[in-house]
Protein backbone atom coordinates (compact mmCIF):
# COMPACT_ATOMS: atom_id res chain seq x y z
CA UNK A 1 0.00 0.00 0.00
CA UNK A 2 2.98 2.28 0.45
CA UNK A 3 4.79 1.94 -2.74
CA UNK A 4 1.39 2.48 -4.49
CA UNK A 5 0.44 5.41 -2.20
CA UNK A 6 4.11 6.76 -3.61
CA UNK A 7 4.02 5.98 -6.50
CA UNK A 8 3.29 8.83 -9.69
CA UNK A 9 0.87 7.05 -11.89
CA UNK A 10 2.20 6.40 -15.28
CA UNK A 11 -0.64 8.26 -16.97
CA UNK A 12 -0.34 11.35 -15.20
CA UNK A 13 3.54 11.34 -15.92
CA UNK A 14 3.05 11.22 -19.51
CA UNK A 15 0.07 13.63 -19.33
CA UNK A 16 2.15 15.91 -18.00
CA UNK A 17 5.17 15.65 -20.28
CA UNK A 18 2.68 16.07 -22.81
CA UNK A 19 1.10 19.48 -21.89
CA UNK A 20 4.16 20.38 -21.62
CA UNK A 21 5.62 19.57 -24.65
CA UNK A 22 2.84 20.98 -26.40
CA UNK A 23 3.14 24.27 -23.74
CA UNK A 24 -0.68 24.35 -22.84
CA UNK A 25 -1.92 26.50 -20.33
CA UNK A 26 -2.81 24.09 -17.80
CA UNK A 27 -3.26 23.19 -13.84
CA UNK A 28 -3.45 20.48 -12.24
CA UNK A 29 -6.29 20.83 -10.04
CA UNK A 30 -9.15 19.60 -7.85
CA UNK A 31 -7.97 16.17 -5.69
CA UNK A 32 -5.03 15.32 -7.91
CA UNK A 33 -3.73 19.23 -6.98
CA UNK A 34 -5.31 18.16 -3.14
CA UNK A 35 -3.08 14.81 -2.77
CA UNK A 36 0.23 16.21 -4.14
CA UNK A 37 -0.11 19.54 -1.66
CA UNK A 38 -1.99 17.80 1.56
CA UNK A 39 -0.44 14.50 1.23
CA UNK A 40 2.77 14.64 -1.08
CA UNK A 41 1.32 11.78 -3.27
CA UNK A 42 -1.67 11.08 -5.42
CA UNK A 43 -4.55 10.25 -3.49
CA UNK A 44 -4.64 6.05 -3.17
CA UNK A 45 -8.42 5.80 -3.93
CA UNK A 46 -9.56 8.97 -6.66
CA UNK A 47 -9.91 6.98 -9.63
CA UNK A 48 -8.95 9.92 -12.06
CA UNK A 49 -6.54 12.69 -12.62
CA UNK A 50 -7.54 15.94 -13.12
CA UNK A 51 -6.05 18.61 -14.95
CA UNK A 52 -7.71 22.06 -16.14
CA UNK A 53 -7.43 24.62 -18.79
CA UNK A 54 -9.21 28.06 -19.42
CA UNK A 55 -11.73 27.29 -22.50
CA UNK A 56 -10.21 29.65 -25.07
CA UNK A 57 -6.26 29.09 -24.17
CA UNK A 58 -6.25 25.52 -25.69
CA UNK A 59 -6.38 23.77 -28.50
CA UNK A 60 -8.60 20.41 -28.17
CA UNK A 61 -7.62 18.54 -31.70
CA UNK A 62 -3.73 19.30 -30.95
CA UNK A 63 -4.10 17.48 -27.45
CA UNK A 64 -6.49 14.63 -28.90
CA UNK A 65 -3.81 13.72 -31.65
CA UNK A 66 -0.90 13.81 -29.11
CA UNK A 67 -2.59 11.59 -26.29
CA UNK A 68 -3.11 9.24 -28.60
CA UNK A 69 -0.15 8.55 -29.84
CA UNK A 70 1.17 8.18 -26.70
CA UNK A 71 -1.87 5.20 -26.35
CA UNK A 72 -4.28 7.22 -25.11
CA UNK A 73 -7.85 6.80 -26.58
CA UNK A 74 -10.95 9.85 -25.87
CA UNK A 75 -13.95 8.24 -23.73
CA UNK A 76 -17.37 8.63 -25.45
CA UNK A 77 -19.27 11.75 -23.44
CA UNK A 78 -22.20 11.03 -21.74
CA UNK A 79 -23.27 14.67 -21.83
CA UNK A 80 -22.20 17.40 -24.40
CA UNK A 81 -21.91 20.01 -22.50
CA UNK A 82 -20.27 19.07 -19.37
CA UNK A 83 -16.74 20.59 -20.17
CA UNK A 84 -14.88 17.46 -19.36
CA UNK A 85 -13.00 15.43 -21.88
CA UNK A 86 -11.70 12.17 -20.40
CA UNK A 87 -8.58 9.80 -21.87
CA UNK A 88 -8.17 6.62 -20.90
CA UNK A 89 -5.07 4.16 -21.32
CA UNK A 90 -4.19 0.68 -19.25
CA UNK A 91 -1.90 0.86 -16.69
CA UNK A 92 -3.33 4.34 -15.02
CA UNK A 93 -5.95 6.51 -13.99
CA UNK A 94 -8.37 7.96 -16.34
CA UNK A 95 -7.38 11.59 -17.38
CA UNK A 96 -9.95 14.46 -17.26
CA UNK A 97 -9.61 17.95 -18.69
CA UNK A 98 -11.80 20.44 -16.89
CA UNK A 99 -12.52 23.03 -19.04
CA UNK A 100 -13.39 26.49 -17.44
CA UNK A 101 -15.55 29.18 -18.66
CA UNK A 102 -15.12 32.51 -17.56
CA UNK A 103 -18.24 34.83 -16.36
CA UNK A 104 -19.03 37.93 -17.81
CA UNK A 105 -18.09 40.19 -15.77
CA UNK A 106 -14.22 38.55 -15.96
CA UNK A 107 -14.19 37.80 -12.22
CA UNK A 108 -14.63 34.01 -12.18
CA UNK A 109 -14.37 30.64 -13.63
CA UNK A 110 -17.03 27.66 -13.08
CA UNK A 111 -17.11 23.69 -14.81
CA UNK A 112 -19.98 23.13 -16.09
CA UNK A 113 -20.70 19.34 -15.17
CA UNK A 114 -24.02 17.57 -14.22
CA UNK A 115 -25.65 15.96 -10.71
CA UNK A 116 -28.54 13.65 -10.02
CA UNK A 117 -31.61 16.28 -9.47
CA UNK A 118 -32.54 15.12 -6.07
CA UNK A 119 -31.85 12.85 -3.66
CA UNK A 120 -34.63 10.29 -5.43
CA UNK A 121 -32.45 10.27 -8.40
CA UNK A 122 -29.47 9.32 -6.77
CA UNK A 123 -31.54 6.00 -5.69
CA UNK A 124 -32.73 5.36 -8.74
CA UNK A 125 -29.15 5.37 -9.90
CA UNK A 126 -27.67 3.18 -7.22
CA UNK A 127 -30.77 0.95 -7.73
CA UNK A 128 -30.09 0.76 -11.59
CA UNK A 129 -26.52 -0.19 -10.93
CA UNK A 130 -27.25 -3.15 -8.04
CA UNK A 131 -25.10 -5.71 -7.92
CA UNK A 132 -21.85 -4.26 -8.90
CA UNK A 133 -22.97 -0.96 -6.36
CA UNK A 134 -20.03 -0.21 -3.73
CA UNK A 135 -21.24 2.95 -1.95
CA UNK A 136 -22.62 3.15 1.18
CA UNK A 137 -25.53 0.17 2.50
CA UNK A 138 -24.39 -1.91 -0.66
CA UNK A 139 -25.14 -5.08 0.79
CA UNK A 140 -28.49 -3.83 1.42
CA UNK A 141 -28.21 -2.29 -2.20
CA UNK A 142 -26.85 -5.39 -4.26
CA UNK A 143 -29.51 -7.62 -2.63
CA UNK A 144 -32.05 -6.17 -5.59
CA UNK A 145 -30.16 -7.18 -8.33
CA UNK A 146 -32.81 -8.74 -9.72
CA UNK A 147 -34.88 -5.17 -10.30
CA UNK A 148 -31.45 -3.37 -11.80
CA UNK A 149 -33.36 -3.42 -15.29
CA UNK A 150 -36.96 -2.12 -14.03
CA UNK A 151 -34.88 0.78 -12.45
CA UNK A 152 -32.32 1.19 -16.05
CA UNK A 153 -35.31 1.64 -17.92
CA UNK A 154 -36.84 4.24 -15.50
CA UNK A 155 -33.66 6.32 -15.00
CA UNK A 156 -33.15 6.44 -19.01
CA UNK A 157 -36.80 7.66 -19.22
CA UNK A 158 -35.93 10.64 -16.48
CA UNK A 159 -32.84 11.11 -18.63
CA UNK A 160 -34.84 11.77 -21.83
CA UNK A 161 -37.28 13.82 -19.92
CA UNK A 162 -34.29 16.42 -18.90
CA UNK A 163 -35.50 14.86 -15.22
CA UNK A 164 -32.88 13.29 -13.10
CA UNK A 165 -29.52 15.30 -13.47
CA UNK A 166 -28.46 19.12 -12.86
CA UNK A 167 -26.21 21.53 -13.93
CA UNK A 168 -23.43 21.95 -11.31
CA UNK A 169 -20.16 22.57 -10.88
CA UNK A 170 -17.78 24.52 -9.05
CA UNK A 171 -17.30 28.37 -9.67
CA UNK A 172 -13.82 30.17 -8.14
CA UNK A 173 -12.13 33.36 -8.67
CA UNK A 174 -10.59 33.74 -11.76
CA UNK A 175 -7.37 35.09 -10.89
CA UNK A 176 -6.75 32.19 -8.97
CA UNK A 177 -5.61 30.30 -12.44
CA UNK A 178 -4.17 33.53 -13.99
CA UNK A 179 -1.41 33.60 -11.72
CA UNK A 180 0.08 29.79 -11.96
CA UNK A 181 3.39 28.37 -10.78
CA UNK A 182 6.20 25.39 -11.16
CA UNK A 183 5.67 23.15 -8.65
CA UNK A 184 8.04 19.94 -8.26
CA UNK A 185 6.51 16.95 -7.73
CA UNK A 186 8.70 14.23 -7.43
CA UNK A 187 11.04 15.24 -10.24
CA UNK A 188 7.82 16.37 -12.52
CA UNK A 189 7.03 19.62 -12.82
CA UNK A 190 3.54 20.56 -12.59
CA UNK A 191 1.35 23.88 -12.87
CA UNK A 192 -0.43 25.11 -9.86
CA UNK A 193 -1.96 27.63 -8.81
CA UNK A 194 0.02 30.00 -7.14
CA UNK A 195 -2.51 30.71 -4.12
CA UNK A 196 -3.79 26.68 -3.65
CA UNK A 197 -4.56 27.09 -0.13
CA UNK A 198 -7.15 29.85 -1.60
CA UNK A 199 -8.78 27.72 -4.36
CA UNK A 200 -9.21 24.75 -1.76
CA UNK A 201 -11.46 26.71 0.65
CA UNK A 202 -13.49 28.13 -2.26
CA UNK A 203 -14.16 24.45 -3.53
CA UNK A 204 -13.76 22.29 -0.34
CA UNK A 205 -13.68 24.54 2.62
CA UNK A 206 -11.82 24.42 5.76
CA UNK A 207 -12.17 20.42 5.10
CA UNK A 208 -10.02 20.00 2.33
CA UNK A 209 -6.97 19.78 5.03
CA UNK A 210 -8.82 16.14 6.23
CA UNK A 211 -8.48 13.20 4.00
CA UNK A 212 -12.23 12.51 3.08
CA UNK A 213 -12.22 8.50 1.47
CA UNK A 214 -15.70 8.58 1.06
CA UNK A 215 -15.82 12.07 -0.52
CA UNK A 216 -18.80 12.69 -3.13
CA UNK A 217 -17.95 15.88 -5.23
CA UNK A 218 -22.35 16.52 -5.96
CA UNK A 219 -23.18 16.40 -1.78
CA UNK A 220 -20.08 18.91 -1.53
CA UNK A 221 -22.16 22.55 -0.61
CA UNK A 222 -19.61 24.79 -2.86
CA UNK A 223 -20.50 22.06 -5.88
CA UNK A 224 -23.65 24.10 -6.98
CA UNK A 225 -23.26 25.59 -10.11
CA UNK A 226 -24.40 28.91 -9.68
CA UNK A 227 -25.11 30.66 -13.22
CA UNK A 228 -23.57 33.74 -14.91
Known amino acids: ?10 NF ?8 KLRINYWVCQGTL ?14 DIDFAV ?12 AMKKKGFFKKKKFFKNDNLITFKKKGGRDVDLN ?19 NV ?6 VMSISGRYKGRYYRIINKFRK ?6 KIKSFLIKKKLFYKEAGFK ?39 PQKKYNWENNPNSSFINE
Not at 1 to 10: G, S, Y
Not at 13 to 20: A, E, P, R, S, W
Not at 34 to 47: H, M, S, V
Not at 54 to 59: L, P, Q, S, T, V
Open 1 to 10: MIKNFLKIDP
Open 13 to 20: KTTVNIFN
Open 34 to 47: LGIIRDRALIPWDP
Open 54 to 65: IEKNFDEKLIEK
Open 99 to 117: IYEITKDNKFAYQRHFAHS
Open 120 to 125: LMKFIY
Open 147 to 152: LKNIFV
Open 172 to 210: TSKELFINLKKHNFKGLLINIPKNYKKYFFQIYGNSWIY
